[in-house]
Nanobody, 121 residues
């Protein structure tokens, strides 16, 4: 079994900061990339930021220069530092890990249940 659990969401005023954390645990052989996605009411889930095992990152244009993704390969954790938050950043944020589970030969995406981020104007 594999679990992906997020933490760190909350309510913040515009211009403020939040830090999201995510940990993958269980029978994990290796993790390829980890990332954060978000889904606002009435909208589709979208990529926020992604990081590979060697530290290469990819950001959505809307969050570049405001958000920073980081990863600890030894602990199977990924963080998202969010600065300069805007009301349009309000969404449920999901963590995802693309990994191989023990006893399998394929890669699969595992998702957390999400954490709410609300930015007030």
């Amino acid at each position: 079994q594999v679990q992906v659990v997020e933490s760190g969401g909350g309510l913040v005023q515009a211009g403020g900061s939040l830090r999201l954390s995510c940990a993958a645990s269980g029978n994990i052989v290796i993790i390829n990339y980890m990332g954060w996605y978000r889904q606002a009411p009435g909208k589709e889930r979208e990529l926020v930021a992604q990081i590979t095992g060697d530290g290469s990152t990819n950001y959505a244009d809307a969050v570049k220069d405001r958000f920073t993704i980081s990863r600890d390969n030894a602990k199977n954790t990924v963080n998202l530092q969010m600065n300069g938050l805007k009301p349009e950043d309000t969404a449920v944020y999901y963590c995802a890990a693309n990994l191989r589970q023990g006893g399998t030969a394929w890669w699969k995406n595992y998702w957390g249940r999400g954490t709410q981020v609300t930015v007030s104007a």
